[in-house]
Nanobody, 116 residues
Framework: QVQLKESGGGLVQPGGSLKLSCAASGVTVVSSHMSWFRQAPGKEREFVARIGPGGSGTSYVDSVKGRFTISRSYAGNTLYLQMSNLEPEDTGTYYC?????????WGQGTQVTVSS
């Protein structure tokens, strides 16, 4: 059974930083397609960042390029999203996602609020 649990969200001022974590079980993070999505109030869920299995690279939505970095821990089976220079438009619930054995799996989300 795949389980994903996000943490690390909170309230931060514009220009600040946060690091989100996604602890995974039932799936091996380093050998899976792992992603971060976010959903702002009243908007659809949108793709933020993806990391492929092994050394197959990363991709980002244009609005976060140069500010966000997706990475993973081999030892802890954890996915991360380092977010810097945060903007109010980054506010939303951030979700961890894995595509595994033909199915999408989601965590419960962690709230990020960027406000002064």
């Amino acid at each position: 059974q795949v389980q994903l649990k996000e943490s690390g969200g909170g309230l931060v001022q514009p220009g600040g930083s946060l690091k989100l974590s996604c602890a995974a079980s039932g799936v091996t993070v380093v050998s899976s397609h792992m992603s971060w999505f976010r959903q702002a109030p009243g908007k659809e869920r949108e793709f933020v960042a993806r990391i492929g299995p092994g050394g197959s690279g990363t991709s980002y939505v244009d609005s976060v390029k140069g500010r966000f970095t997706i990475s993973r821990s081999y030892a802890g089976n954890t996915l991360y999203l380092q977010m810097s220079n945060l903007e109010p438009e980054d506010t939303g619930t951030y979700y961890c996602n894995v595509f595994y054995r033909g199915h999408q799996h989601w965590g419960q989300g962690t709230q990020v609020t960027v406000s002064s």
